[in-house]
């Protein structure tokens, strides 16, 4: 009698599921359940401080909008894996699976075509330049952005510095009333000595200058080139990055696929040892 009931208590006791796979799921899940929260908190708080539709939102997404969607998402995700986890609920551990899958499937194709069609990405990469060019004097943030692009790669537009004729305060029209008519932003100018006095005007009057005297007060040469040259030059870098963030990917699938599979097996035992004490013949 003894030991049936030992028997019997140790086949209660006996479980598939690992809690270390349990845990360990909970724990990635909840990090990046964290980082989620801090997202959207940071799209609401960079919307909100604007108080007004932003030049951004004639580009292809709002940066902040796109980081509160993301956040968003991503919080959805987590949640279906942390909840999933600790309740051992094979339909949310399955949402979360599908969902890391689908994800990795699609930076996978992103990278794959961006280097197959390379030249529809550079033709894609210049039209969002040329709408930040028209857009500049609009938004402090993408301002702020454009001039730091053009001090780091020292270059001035898109595919050349004459390209800022396409801003309403730059263009050479006769008919342009500004000041700074025929100009180029001050973050396209040479500065030669670290201690120079910086003048906000240096770019007054640049486009009307061929390249070659131009380029002896700022530079000539557009971002677009600069930027392709860059990322050629750091392949390894972004691959690297890549891989960094496919990595965590892998694993929660992986975690996720295992766990699902020991629950799985764990209610195969439990309806067995139903079966068995129903029907002990069987």
Known sequence: MGNGKDAATSDAEF????PVVKYLLFVFN???WVISFVMVGIGV??????????ALACLTVDPAVMLMVVGIFMFIVTFCGCVGSLRENICLLQTFCISLTVIFILQLTAGIMGFIFSDKARGK?????NKSIIHYRDDVDLQNLIDYGQKEFRCCGGEAFTDWSQNIYFNCSEKNPSRERCSVPFSCCIITKVKELFNSMCGEGMQKLDYITAGQYVYTDGCIDKLVNWIHSNLFIIGGIALGLAIPQLVGILLSQILINQIKDQIELQNYNARHRSDPWS
């Open 45 to 54: 708080y960079a919307r909100l401080i604007k108080q007004a539709e932003t």
């Open 125 to 129: 990469v210049t039209e969002v330049i």
């Open 30 to 32: 909840f990090i990046f």
């Open 15 to 18: 479980t598939f599921v690992s």
